[in-house]
């Protein structure tokens, strides 16, 4: 049995409430004692004097669906504090898995050689488990099912089909999801009716399990997106969680005064409505968002074509031209280009690249994404710094880094990811806290854990008390910082020095330990 004490810390224990010096005790899993004098009984003792215990952060949004099976160490979410992480979100997830799903995501396993062992949630959950450094719970992927139910098409679902995605639901709740996501944005959720929606979320009412959005629009309508979502939410008799809020596109700046305002009334009536965010102006996502919606339906190859036909392209240049020239070609940058294409484009902006290649940005766009066959990412810097600070203002607003894990080496170090999957929790507390003095330190450590662990309705996760799961990070609150920029992204955060997921030591001293304790949370089990 192993029996340590972090002595002498400030023990921010996640209720909110002020931190106290004192003594934090773990046996095994769990948290035996918190005390303001030291423990009696023998055991490891490690001198914490001036640093801060904390629970872990919990991840509200996170993309490690399949970066888990790549390289389970989680390093870019470990080293920030990071012990559970919520995957399967915007409507896309690892699993289950139907029709050519399967051989959709066997390519991510083909490309770094590994087997799919699984289809079903239940099977993802019993794999994963225990592969890995950091914890998860896991959604369905409205988007993922769909088009495996469904196919890629635009249609809606008939009877039949939703019958069979509301059963496909009702499976993976009893495996152990903690709810339904959806991409409202994205193919297919774009395509997809809300009372659809509504539907194919109702099975999860009965295991208390959630809904989180990505909203049908973040700019020019999305006042009326945040409704839409809460609607969902209400007709379907389940929690809603709104993911990455926020206002893209100066002309949109400062309508988050209204969507939180939607938002406040809808708690007032007795919904449950939380958001989660990330503290940057910049978001990321796939290039191919910039196309109108029709543009995509069926898929990549389908929109190749359309690409190489003149009067579509014609029609696809214009709609973009309108839509983007408003928001700023300025304000886009490429993220991750496809293997074997030009590197030189990452980080540099569509406007910047037109002119290098003396071209209008929309002809720039469509060669991009035609070299790539759709396969490149975007970076967009689209918000205001108002609506950023009003969200976190919000008491309901929490954490999360939308990104998937990354590491500075191994398999998930390629790329150009948006800083925030290596430096969110470490810049909220840098930047809203000690920079900003928007929150206090125990008010933003609520958020990233024991509220996040209430919104949950997990019973034994989010605080430091007696009984409660040892996830722990060991911090120097003046020293905590967000090294990772958008130039050099792959650059773990400072002043995080130990991380305990599950009781075991996974970060000590800016290194990963190896270790691999993380579980499959099955949300029926937590509760
Ligand atoms: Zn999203």
Redesign the pocket.
């Known amino acids: 049995m192993e029996r340590f004490t972090l002595a002498n810390c400030r023990i921010v224990d996640g209720t909110g409430t002020p931190g106290f010096t004192g003594f934090v005790t773990v046996v095994d899993h769990r948290i035996e004692r918190v005390a303001t004098t030291p423990p009696t009984l023998a055991g490891t003792h490690i001198e914490a004097d001036g640093l801060t215990v904390t629970p872990g952060f919990i991840d509200m949004?996170s993309h490690s669906d399949l970066t888990l099976f790549a390289d389970g160490r989680a390093v870019s979410k470990i080293s920030q504090g990071i012990t559970l992480e919520i995957i399967g979100?915007?409507g896309i997830s690892g699993a289950p898995l139907y029709g050519h799903m399967q051989d959709e995501v066997g390519k991510f396993f083909d490309r770094h050689q590994l087997k799919r062992p699984y289809s079903s949630m239940k099977e993802y959950l019993n794999f994963i488990d225990g592969q890995m450094a950091v914890n998860i719970l896991a959604l369905i992927g409205h988007g993922t099912l769909r088009r495996g139910v469904m196919g890629e098409g635009d249609a809606p679902a008939s009877v039949e089909e939703i019958r069979a995605m509301q059963e496909a639901v009702d499976a993976a709740m009893q495996a152990g999801a903690v709810g339904l996501s959806t991409?409202l944005?994205y193919p297919p959720g774009c395509y997809t009716p809300t009372d659809e929606v509504v539907e194919v979320t109702r099975p999860i009412a009965r295991y208390q399990g959630l809904y989180f959005s990505?909203l049908r629009n973040e700019g020019d309508t999305l006042v009326e997106a945040v409704d839409e979502a809460l609607r969902i939410g209400r007709e379907a008799g389940v929690g809603v969680q709104l993911?990455?809020h926020k206002a893209m596109g100066p002309h949109n700046w400062g309508k988050t005064r209204i969507t939180l305002e939607h938002i406040d009334q809808a708690i007032a009536s007795g919904q449950d409505v939380y958001m989660d965010q990330y503290p940057y102006v910049a978001s990321a996502?796939s290039l191919t968002a910039l196309l109108p919606d029709w543009a995509l339906i069926g898929g990549a190859q389908k929109a190749l074509e359309r690409l190489r036909d003149d009067t579509l392209l014609r029609r696809i240049m214009n709609e973009t031209e309108a839509k983007e020239s408003r928001f700023g070609w300025d304000r886009t940058r490429i993220g991750t280009v496809r293997d074997g294409q030009d590197r030189r484009l990452q980080g540099k902006s569509l406007a910047r690249i037109a002119e290098n290649w003396g071209m209008a940005p929309v002809t720039a766009l469509i060669k991009i994404l035609q070299d790539n066959e759709m396969q490149v990412s975007m970076i967009r810097f689209g918000m205001g710094e108002e609506d950023v600070e009003r969200v976190f203002r919000h008491p309901r607003t929490l954490v999360g880094t939308?990104g998937g894990g990354s590491a500075p080496d191994g398999p998930l170090s390629q790329g150009n990811p948006h800083p925030r999957t290596y430096g969110t929790f470490p810049r909220v507390l840098a930047e809203f806290v000690r920079e900003k003095h928007w929150v206090s330190l125990e008010e933003a450590i609520h958020r990233m854990t024991g509220l996040a662990a209430q919104r949950l309705g997990l019973k034994n996760r989010g605080r430091i008390a007696s009984g409660y799961v040892a996830d722990l990070v060991l911090l120097d609150s003046d020293r905590v910082d967000d090294v990772a920029t958008f130039e050099n992204p792959h650059q773990t955060a400072e002043g995080i020095h130990r991380v305990y997921v599950n009781g075991s030591l996974v970060w000590h001293d800016n290194r990963h330990t190896g270790r691999m304790p993380g579980r499959a949370l099955r949300y029926y089990e937590e509760r």
């Open positions: 949004h979100q915007c991409g944005i990505h993911s990455h996502t939308d």
